[in-house]
C-alpha cells in the first residue's frame, strides 16, 4: 500500500505564507501526477495545484501567481509555497497522487489521498 502523509498546516494571518508538505511511502511504486486540493466548510473539494513527473504545473485561477507547487521525484515528496494568503484560502489541504504499483504478476493503477491538513488565514 501507499501512504500520503502532510505536514505544514496551520494559523497565518492574511499576507503571510505557509508551506505544505506531502511525501509518499510504500514499495514497488511510481508516481505521474501529484498535487493539491483543498476544501472550506460548505463547499466542494477542488483543485489547487498539481504537477507530473516531468514537471509541468497547473494552477486553479484563484491562486496563479501566489502558490508554487514543487516535487522531489527521489523523495516521492510534492510541496506546495503559498504566499500571499488570504482568508478565503483557509479550508482543508488534501495531497493526492496518482500512478501505478506493482502486484505481482500484475502492474496497477493508484489513486491516494492524505488525511488533510487545515490551514486556517485570519488576523
Known amino acids: 500500500q501507499v501512504q500520503l502523509v502532510e505536514s505544514g498546516g496551520g494559523l497565518v494571518q492574511p499576507g503571510g505564507s505557509l508551506r505544505l508538505s506531502c511525501a509518499a511511502s510504500?514499495?514497488?511504486?511510481?508516481?505521474?501526477?501529484m498535487g493539491w486540493y483543498r476544501q472550506a466548510p460548505g463547499k466542494r473539494r477542488e483543485l489547487v495545484a498539481n504537477i507530473t513527473s516531468g514537471g509541468s504545473t497547473n494552477y486553479a485561477d484563484s491562486v496563479k501567481g501566489r502558490f508554487t507547487i514543487s516535487r522531489d521525484n527521489a523523495k516521492n515528496t510534492v510541496y506546495l509555497q503559498m504566499n500571499s494568503l488570504k482568508p478565503e484560502d483557509t479550508a482543508v489541504y488534501y495531497c493526492h497522487a496518482d500512478g501505478s504499483y506493482w502486484s505481482f504478476p500484475h502492474l496497477r493503477p493508484l489513486e491516494v489521498w492524505g488525511q488533510g491538513t487545515l490551514v486556517t488565514v485570519s488576523s
Open positions: 510504500g514499495s514497488a511504486f511510481s508516481l505521474n501526477s
